[in-house]
């Protein structure tokens, strides 16, 4: 079965860093890009950032760009992704995505909120 599940989350102060994880079970992580999306109240989901399954290349969101790294460990089916010099606009629910076989994926989410 496949599953994709977050954790990491928590509250930060602006200017802080967490680091989410997004670990893989029910398929083989080498294969298969990954993506990083987040949904802030009252806000549709938006992609943050995803990586290859191939060359490792990366996309992010303006928004996040320079700010946050997505890296990946195939050894360990897990999916990182580094979120540094925090704001309070990036307080949302973040989620981990995997299309596999033209179904997707989503985990539950984890939380995260920027705020002082």
């Known amino acids: 079965q496949v599953q994709v599940v977050e954790s990491g989350g928590g509250l930060v102060q602006p200017g802080g860093s967490l680091r989410l994880s997004c670990a893989a079970s029910?398929?083989?992580?080498?294969?298969?890009?990954i993506g990083w999306f987040r949904q802030a109240p009252g806000k549709e989901r938006e992609g943050v950032s995803c990586?290859?399954?191939?060359?490792?290349?990366?996309y992010y969101a303006d928004s996040v760009k320079g700010r946050f790294t997505i890296s990946r460990d195939n050894a360990k089916n897990t999916v990182y992704l580094q979120m540094n010099s925090l704001k309070p606009e990036d307080t949302a629910i973040y989620y981990c995505?995997?299309?596999?076989?033209?179904?997707?994926?989503w985990g539950p989410g984890t939380q995260v909120t920027v705020s002082s």
């Open positions: 995505h995997v299309e596999v076989n033209d179904s997707w994926y």
């Open positions: 029910g398929f083989t992580l080498d294969y298969y890009a």
């Open positions: 990586i290859s399954n191939s060359d490792g290349s990366t």
